[in-house]
């Protein structure tokens, strides 16, 4: 199973809902390929609390566990390095994933880098 993430800050007035209105959308690809979304639900110190949103390009919603993003300070200020170090977990993904892939299937770390 491979592919990627990548995804945006959105403007906070596109975020309502969201922990200081912080959200991010952006495109999967890969083996899972479709959009994904995540809303900030919490910051504590360099950690993220966040709770993703994937749906595949064949319209399947793929369920995930809320996750802790981490991030790190680069020497630009215009930049963020961030890394799930726990992963992240689908709790339930359609059934033709299941089918061919293992019960629980933790996604692969993602590095991130983003703008602010």
Partial sequence: MGGGVLTNFLQPADCAGSFQNLCTDGTATGDLKGAVGVSILGITGNAYH???HWVTETGDTIFLKDAILTAFP??????VLADYLDGVDITGEPEPLTARRVQSLPLVQQILIWDR
């Fill in 50 to 52: 966040v709770h993703h």
């Fill in 74 to 79: 680069m020497s630009d200020s215009n930049r």
